[in-house]
């Protein structure tokens, strides 16, 4: 990576001096957001009066159960308001302990888990402690937009492998063992996915973790934040559960998605206690712990029952009736090619044979990203298309 250099001149009444207002490499190689820019789009667009249909966004349409807002409350009442230890609290570090033997199969201790503020921080964390300059870290594609841009941040080089939608976006084994080598040091697991709403079979999990075992250096990071919002007979198998796993693998969760929680920003990383501490380390110098309401709001979470209880299920059957509406609604109309998901709140479509045509009044519809454009200028309603690593897909948030 080069430095690209820039000068401005500031004048003032003493003197005339030039300001290097240039970016480091690492910045300049990170594209922005594409999520949080047609979120802020959206939320630009409702200020300004205009009635948008907002579906590009990851986020329930719920509000947080009351047992949890409850908890946050009194928390700010009993003036729990002041720093907790970096790692996290240790009610709640050993809540997500149990949490994760009783419903996941893994056991951790208290110093093996690194609360942060949401899960999106504990990935790049991850990242950081894990990857050198040079080494690969593979995702399966379609994926998060996040991942390959918190790849490059740590110096490290996205390899993005291609799913096919006729075999449901889950990765070949085959391919995967082709393209692995001695500078592969991570791969990036998202199950149930996101954005197609996959989930991959214990089955292929395993053939996965076989292919794994092979190679020493490379580790698994099993983002997990979707495990609650699955849809039967579909079922979740954490990656770290698998035989000789555990010590290869750093799952990442959180509570913004299956308890509606994404404003309260508390996600967690597990793992072996060295990684995971150097993780930590990272964090005590860029963040400190996350916020003492919301881990208070968590363990109440983490209290509701066995995978959220009562709570969780309400929302999860609505997204499931959702989902279904909208499966058979898109499948009937021409050219529409879908494959049901299987978890998250997403469908992932593809649009592809509508590319070249002319749309009245707008023009023509050449990609994912001018169809977006296309629907929101004629109906208000906001999608997210190319981002997500397949031009000829566009995903639409269920919730």
């Known amino acids: 990576m080069q430095r690209i250099s820039a000068v401005v001149r500031a004048v003032s009444c003493f003197e005339q001096m030039e300001v290097d207002i240039s970016l480091s490499p690492r910045v300049n190689s990170v594209k922005p957001s594409k999520t949080v820019a047609i979120t802020d789009q959206a939320t630009a667009l409702v200020q300004a009066g205009v009635p948008v249909i907002r579906l590009a966004a990851g986020e329930p349409d719920f509000d947080t159960p009351s047992v949890i807002a409850e908890a946050g409350i009194n928390a700010i009442s009993e003036g729990y308001t002041r720093y907790t230890p970096n ?48 080494d690969e870290v593979i995702i399966p594609g379609p994926f998060w937009v996040s991942y390959p841009e918190m790849a490059r941040l740590a110096d490290a080089t996205p390899v993005i492998l291609p799913t096919h939608i006729s075999k449901n976006f889950l990765l070949d ?42 190679h020493p250096r490379i580790l698994v990071l099993s ?40 404003g309260w920003r508390l996600g967690y990383l597990a793992g072996p206690k060295h990684f995971v501490a150097a993780c930590g380390k990272i964090q005590s110098q860029f963040t400190s712990g996350a916020s003492s309401i919301s881990q208070k709001a968590g363990v109440a979470a983490l209290g509701l029952g066995y995978a959220g209880g009562e709570a969780v299920t309400t929302m999860v059957k609505a997204f499931q009736e959702r989902r279904d509406y909208l499966v058979q609604s ?66 639409k948030r269920g919730a």
């Open 223 to 262: 983002d997990e934040i979707y495990e609650h919002i699955i849809y039967a007979p579909a079922t979740h198998t954490s990656f770290a559960s698998l035989p000789g796993m555990w010590e290869r693998t750093l799952t990442v969760n959180g509570f913004s998605k299956a308890f509606a929680m994404t």
């Open 173 to 214: 084994p085959k391919l995967l063992e082709s393209k692995l080598s001695e500078k592969s040091r991570l791969l990036i697991l998202c199950s149930p996915s996101n954005p197609t709403g996959s989930v991959y079979p214990r089955k292929l999990l395993e053939q996965i973790a076989q292919i794994v075992a092979r």
């Open 87 to 134: 790692a996290g609290t240790l009610e709640l570090r050993s809540a997500i302990c149990r949490k994760l033997k009783e419903e996941n199969g893994i056991s951790y201790t208290p110093d093996q888990i690194l609360v942060s503020n949401g899960a999106k921080q504990s990935i790049l964390q991850a990242l950081l402690a894990v990857c050198s300059p040079g």
């Open 330 to 395: 898109f499948g009937e109309l021409e050219g529409v090619k879908i494959s049901k998901p299987q978890g998250a709140f997403y469908l992932f479509l593809d649009f592809s044979s509508y590319y070249g045509a002319e749309a009245e009044g707008f023009g023509m519809i050449k990609d994912s990203e001018s169809l977006c454009r296309y629907l929101l200028d004629k109906a208000q309603v906001i999608f997210q298309g190319l981002p997500f690593h397949d031009e000829t897909k566009t995903r």
